[in-house]
């Protein structure tokens, strides 16, 4: 934990506009800006409803991936290049906006993503980069951070730069109500464990953690009701902002166990990356109860319930994991036994995270956690 007189660096997109309705700025927005050759990064479905932008002159790739490879990110810098676009959208959940941050910095650069990967070595941009949420989970739109899984390896590699900051972020809650039940139980955990886990790091700060503990009560708030009753307008203008809080937790600080130890769930297993978390989420803070048990007792209160006990923390948080109608079971996902020992191996080398978290973890405690979620 950091104290008040750390220095510490918050990026913003230039430009935010946040409530429902907003969509509505987008075409005034490119047109002040002289755009005419828009790109839109998107996945099949939301590639189906690129009318709700209204603009005209745009191409697409409409081929994003859940949990995108690097092959999905090579064919989509490529029709960018065809394109010779001059702004990038990302219109869809966290998989869309991550692959624009890419093309948006690489379109036109020469370079692949293995010269750009890692802190600060992204090039500036040449095009405009606009971010546009389908759902409220990844807070990608705010955020200067990429994930790509590298399918040789299968890790996940993270690219980070303020070049990949968006000139414009619209988050607007109405594009929000088709989303199903299941994955808006996802998106919103997400969301959440983004806020927890940058709340309980050791790389947590004031400023975040005002931030971080607002999200986590946002997501205990309307989430139930969200899952329950899709239409529910409020509850999913709840949800995004919860979304955009978790996000500005991100850069600053970023999360830790839990997002390493559900990583392999989606690289090798192929789960949607919020349910991934939602299966690890209460072991994780359950564990690290003792090293910040104050912040623990926080979150929990968040949630909706009382724990003064490791066993007290874990029940109430798979309870309400569970109460969103998720199944909470590795092996209900498919996930084979036998490879929960290399999943252990792989989750406990994702050193960017795990040396953050508030207890150290070793190789056998994180297969006791997969074992524990089997």
């Known amino acids: 934990m950091t104290t008040i007189d750390r220095p510490l660096e918050m990026l913003r997109p230039a430009m935010v506009r946040f409530g429902e309705g907003t969509i509505g700025v987008l075409a005034e927005w490119i047109a002040e800006k002289g755009i005419r050759r828009p790109f839109i990064v998107s996945d ?13 002159g745009a191409t697409e790739f409409s081929k994003v991936m859940p949990e995108p490879d690097l092959t999905n990110l090579e064919d989509a810098v490529a029709a960018a290049e065809k394109a010779e676009p001059d702004a990038i959208i990302g219109f ?10 890419l093309v948006a910095v690489m379109v036109g650069s020469g370079k692949v993503l293995s010269d750009i990967s ?6 500036p941009r040449k095009v405009a980069l606009i971010q546009i949420p389908t759902t409220a989970g990844t807070g990608s739109e705010v955020g200067t951070r990429a994930l790509i899984t590298d399918p040789k390896t299968m890790n996940k590699v993270a690219t980070e730069s303020r070049h990949m900051l968006a000139d414009l ?7 929000t109500i088709t ?14 464990a983004h806020c927890v886990e940058a709340f309980t790091s050791k790389r947590s700060h ?3 953690d005002t931030y971080a503990l607002e999200g986590t009560k946002l997501v205990g708030k309307f989430l139930a009701r969200a899952v329950k009753d899709g239409s529910d307008v409020e509850a999913r203008a709840g949800l995004s902002l919860a979304a955009f809080y978790g996000g500005v937790c991100l850069g600053p600080v970023n999360t830790t166990a839990g997002h390493a130890v559900s990583y392999p769930l989606g690289t090798r297993h192929k789960i949607a990356h919020g349910i991934a978390n939602a299966l ?13 048990p104050e912040k623990t007792k926080l979150v929990c209160a968040a949630l909706g319930f009382a724990a003064d006990t490791r066993e007290e923390v874990f029940a109430g948080a798979y309870a309400f994991c569970k109460g969103l109608g998720l199944d909470m079971t590795l092996s209900g996902h498919g996930v084979p036994e036998s490879d929960l020992s290399a999943m252990a191996e792989e989750a406990h080398a994702i050193r960017r995270l795990l040396d953050f978290n508030p207890k150290d973890l070793s190789v056998t405690d994180i297969l006791a956690i997969y074992k524990a979620a089997y």
Do not use: C, E, Q, W
Not at 169 to 175: H, K, N, S
Not at 280 to 292: G, R, T
């Open 44 to 56: 099949a479905f939301n590639a189906t409803r690129t009318d709700l932008l209204k603009i005209s």
């Open 92 to 101: 869809g959940g966290g998989s869309a906006m991550d692959l624009a941050k």
């Open 118 to 123: 890692g802190p600060h070595r992204a090039p």
């Open 169 to 175: 972020a619209i988050v607007d809650p109405g594009l």
């Open 179 to 192: 989303v199903p039940a299941a994955i808006t139980a996802a998106t919103g955990v997400d969301a959440m």
């Open 206 to 208: 004031p400023i975040i």
């Open 280 to 292: 690890i989420f209460p072991h994780v803070l359950a564990i690290n109860f003792d090293a910040v």
